[in-house]
């Protein structure tokens, strides 16, 4: 892994740390939790543990980074819609995974909204690391 990448992996991290916060911490909130069971919510900590939180949206970084790297993105229109599809299936796949074993939701539309989103949020991050990556690329 280069330093391009890893540059753009931190990006990609602060990126999704300040979109989750917007989101879900703000905008979608109230929906998330008038859609969440009360013993879900009962499980929640007050306030995140933001070390771990931190690691994360690292990982997360990491891995979107990484991955348009090997992909070969070099510019945010690729990078949004590689960031966009990679994020959605991995939403996809927890959200069904979760929704199987746990009662967590008090329906499934609540996981259209939280692939939706978390598609979108990979989306934004993917064409930040697509210009990160294509930073000093000469134009053909």
Known sequence: MNTKTLLAAVVAAVAYFLMGW???GMLLKGY????TTRRALAVMKAEPDFLYLIL??????????????RMGV???????IAGLLLFGL???SID???YSMMNIWKGRMI???DVGVNALMGGIM????????GSGNKAS
Do not use: C, P, R
């Open 22 to 24: 917007l989101v879900y």
């Open 32 to 35: 998330m939790d008038e859609h």
């Open 56 to 69: 994360s949206n690292l990982v997360y970084g990491l891995l979107i980074a990484w991955s348009l790297a």
């Open 74 to 80: 070099g510019t945010a229109q690729s990078g949004f």
């Open 90 to 92: 991995i939403a996809l």
């Open 96 to 98: 069904l995974s979760l």
């Open 111 to 113: 996981m259209a909204v």
């Open 126 to 133: 993917g064409a930040l690391v697509g210009l990160v990556l």
